[in-house]
Structure formats: C-alpha cells, structure tokens
C-alpha cells in the first residue's frame, strides 16, 4: 500500500509510545496524582444520571471557555478548545503552513511539531539549542531573517530539555517577525511565565495550554489555545466540530473548580524536581540539566544500557535513540518521594554495575 502515501510523507515514523508493562512510568510527562476522589465521584454521578450522552458535544465548549476566562482573565473569543493540544498544533499548522512553507522548531524540541509540519505538506526547519540546551534569542531572530517561516514555534519550558525563553525574548521576536509565532506553554504551571497577557499585544502569538500535565487529565485529551480575537477566528475556521467530548469538557470544568487541589500538587512536584536534581547532579555518570517543568534530561554514557537497566527493575523513561542531539539521554518524569527515591537507587545501581564490568 506504500505507493498510495503521498511521496513526501513515505519516509514519516509513526509515533510510537514505550512498553506497557512497568511499575513506575516515567516516560510521558504524566502527573503521579489520579483525578481527585471528589471530581471522579461529581463525574460518575452526571454519566449515570444524565440523559445527553446521544447528542453531539457543544462544538464551542462555551462552558469550559467560560470556566477559563475567569483563570485567565481573557474573554471567551481569546479560547478555542481542542482534544489535546497536539489537535491544536496540528489545526495550527493546517491553518497557516502552506506546502512548501518552511515552519522553524526548536531542536531540540517536541517531535509532533514537525510532524504536523510534514503533513500539511510544509518544511519544518531547526534552529538549534546552545550546547547547554538553553534558548539563545538572538540564534531564533537569524534563522527567521534567513528562513522567513510562515510559523514559529517556541515551546517554553521546552520538552524535552526542561529550559525556557524569558517573556521579554518572546515579545521582542513576535514583534519582529512577520508570521504565526506559537508559544507551547503545556508546562506552564510549573514555571509561572507565560504570554497570555500579552496576546492583545502581540495578535501573531498563539498560546497552548494543557489539561494533560499538572492537572493529571492526560487520559482524557483536553488542551486549550490562547490568542487574539482575530487570529482566533481565523483558527477556528479550521477547527473540526464536535473535536472535544462532552464528559471530557465536563471534567476539565470540575477541575478548574478545584484548582486548589492542583496548586498543591504542582508545589509538591516542583519541590520533588528540585530535590532529584540536586541528588543526580551528585550522582557520577550522570549530568542533570536544570529544568522548569516536571521532568529532567539527563545524559549517560550509554544511553541504550541505563534505559534497559532501568526496564529491568521496572522503570520505564524515555529514551532518544537515533537521535544525534539527544544521544545518550534519557527524560525523566517526575514523580511521587517514594518514586523519585527508588530511581536514583536503581540508577545508581546500575551505574555502578556498568562501571564494574
């Protein structure tokens, strides 16, 4: 069947997730905390009393953007809603890239923004971290003043490298720049920055948010999108109906209720990522990078070993083989005290089996 595939996408991987069978996954960034009691209980109650589940999902989920313009404070024509903020960047891309237009990534970077590119027949560009993996504004500005890009895409904190770009870079090079600047902030919560006041300001940027991290609803693939009235509108000509279900829509809403709860769990994972790294950084053979979100890149000497090893004992963390930047780097998710104790003790067992040999 390959030959059906249009030629420009034969040479495209599907993405592919790590082995199911763990006791302690660490490979996806998800939270350690399950949906409070509370909000599964409100939920179980509305599925088995409701009488709407046969109707189609409120295409605008005007109840959720209302929920958010109180967080945000934003109106409810700055939101758009989507299943996952994966379906945002691809209706993003679809929107504004052209085939043939070159979209400019950071590298490194997350995967799915040049894929989106690819499929919508664009040429995705790299403009490289520094050797520390820390953004340089300055290397960003060049490569759009050579590139000219119909889009640009800043992810901050950055997946997979942990590290961010100050708000004052963003809006000096939105400012500059004569294109869609997307501004992933899926990690927000755990930094504090982000553009969202700006976005009347600046009507090129597009902000992304998620349910997925701090708020534990990766399972349910709720994401959201933050821009100016306009641009909005013009994005929304793009969005496919009914994209976000309706008890999807309904949990994201309770949550926004409790967000209490979620305050404290992400304090809980910060002070958890602190106290990681600073106990990686004494371990030999690793090298931490500093991180604003809830996981830390690490390298190793052998990459394709530790990970294994790690698989052995039932840790499961992403591994980046075959990529050159990222060779012999493994992320980790950050998780529970007891979590994060039993993976630096597995860690430095294996490493100093390694060193053994």
């Known amino acids: 069947m390959k030959q059906y595939l249009r030629n420009d996408l034969r040479g495209l991987k599907p993405y592919k997730t790590g082995p199911k069978d763990c006791k302690l996954k660490l490979d996806a960034n998800e939270s350690p905390y399950p949906i409070p009691l509370e909000i599964r209980a409100q939920l179980a109650s509305e599925l088995l009393n409701s009488n709407d589940f046969h109707r189609y999902p409120d295409s605008d989920a005007d109840s959720l953007r209302d929920a958010l313009t109180k967080h945000l404070n934003v109106d409810r024509d700055n939101i758009l809603i989507g299943n996952g903020s994966d379906e945002l960047l691809h209706i993003i891309t679809t ?14 970077g997350f995967g799915m923004v040049s894929y989106y590119a690819r499929l919508a027949g664009a040429v995705p560009v790299d403009y490289y971290l520094d050797n520390e993996f820390q953004y340089q ?3 960003i500005e060049l490569a759009a003043r050579i590139y000219n890009p119909k889009i640009l895409h800043i992810c901050t ?6 590290s961010v770009l100050p708000v004052s870079d963003i809006c000096r090079i939105a400012e500059n720049f004569d294109g869609i600047v997307v501004v992933d902030e899926a990690y927000y919560e755990f930094y504090g920055e982000s553009m969202v006041p700006y976005i009347n300001d600046y009507p090129n940027v597009a902000v992304l948010r998620t349910f997925s991290k701090a708020m534990g609803m990766a399972g349910l693939r709720v994401g959201y999108l933050v821009c100016s009235k306009d641009l909005a509108a013009e994005i929304y000509k793009v969005k496919p109906p009914y994209n976000c279900n309706s008890f999807s829509q309904r949990a994201a809403e309770l949550i926004l209720e409790h967000s209490e709860i979620f305050k404290k769990r992400t304090a809980e994972i910060i002070e958890a990522r602190e106290w990681l790294y600073q106990a990686l950084d004494g371990l030999r053979g690793v090298k931490p990078y500093p991180s604003h979100a809830n996981f830390i890149l690490v390298k190793v000497k052998d990459g394709r070993a530790v990970y294994e090893g790690l698989l052995e004992k039932g ?9 050159e930047v990222l060779n012999n780097h493994l992320r980790i998710t950050i998780g529970r005290l007891e979590d994060n104790k039993f993976i630096l003790h597995s860690l430095a067992e294996i490493l100093t089996d390694m060193e053994e040999r």
Request: aromatic fraction near 6%; charged fraction near 20%; proline fraction near 16%.
């Open 95 to 108: 929107a504004f890239a052209s085939p043939r237009d070159k979209v400019l990534c950071p590298c490194p």
């Open 137 to 139: 504004a300055e290397e």
């Open 157 to 162: 904190p950055n997946n997979p490298t942990g």
């Open 315 to 323: 840790i499961l963390v992403r591994l980046f083989e075959g990529s």
